[in-house]
């Protein structure tokens, strides 16, 4: 599903936030990125994400080559991917409808399939009796949940989710991860970067430890198929 072939990330001012990263995430699996306050974790998410793009190095995606992808096509890219942040960058000024919805309304989709799509993530996660409600009136951890079902919405293939536990309690924390754990059972992959390593070995998944911008230790299962380059 993800493949690192020997990535590099330098930003403007010579600092290396990634540097000769390899590694692969089949599909269908859920891991955890973890490493201190600046190893790398959130660039590692963007450039997945097309928000960022290596400075050196290929990233594929499902087989396909983002490097190769153009600035025009990086939308078609993301509707294979679901995003979700530590903050929820929701739109306070519409209810949690339309906040959730706003992924298929980009897409084009027709009214009625929104409204059955958005009702069931809203259902997903708990929270289809707040679908009138305004953002502002939720508390931190179903806001958290808006954002999840607004990542899931339309159904991605690959979740990525950067710290999305950090501003909430033990309880919450462990909620949110069952429900990640969940979409995983039905295939969705997923990658969630977090700092919580007590949370993270409970949930039982693989880890892998960036430090300085490198793979510290990779605890991905490995196969014969994972040694292959993608193809296309």
Request: contains cysteine; aromatic residues 6%; charged residues 20%.
């Amino acid at each position: 599903m993800i493949y690192f072939d020997n990535v590099c990330k330098r930003y403007p001012g010579g600092h290396d936030a990634l540097n000769r990263v390899n590694l692969r995430l089949p599909k269908g699996q859920m891991a955890f990125l973890t490493g201190h306050s600046g190893a790398g974790k959130s660039t590692l998410l963007k450039l997945i994400a097309m928000i960022e793009r290596p400075t050196r190095g290929q990233i594929f995606l499902d087989g396909v080559n983002l490097n190769n992808i153009g600035n025009r096509k990086i939308p078609y890219i993301r509707r294979n991917i679901g995003i979700i942040f530590q903050n929820h960058h929701l739109l306070y000024d519409r209810p949690v409808f339309d906040n959730v919805a706003m992924p298929l309304i980009i897409q084009g989709y027709r009214r009625q399939e929104i409204h059955k799509r958005v009702r069931a993530a809203l259902n997903q996660v708990g929270l289809l009796s707040k679908e009138k409600s305004a953002p502002i009136t939720l508390s931190g951890g179903e806001q958290q949940r808006v954002g999840i079902a607004r990542a899931i919405v339309h159904k991605p293939l690959l979740l990525l989710a950067d710290e999305p536990t950090g501003n909430l309690d033990p309880e919450l924390s462990e909620e949110i991860m069952q429900l990640f754990a969940r979409f995983n059972q039905v295939g969705t992959t997923v990658l969630i970067a977090s700092h919580d390593l007590d949370l993270i070995k409970q949930m039982g998944s693989p880890m892998i430890s960036l430090q300085d911008g490198q793979v510290a230790n990779n605890g991905l299962p490995f196969s014969a198929d994972s040694a292959k380059a993608p193809t296309r």
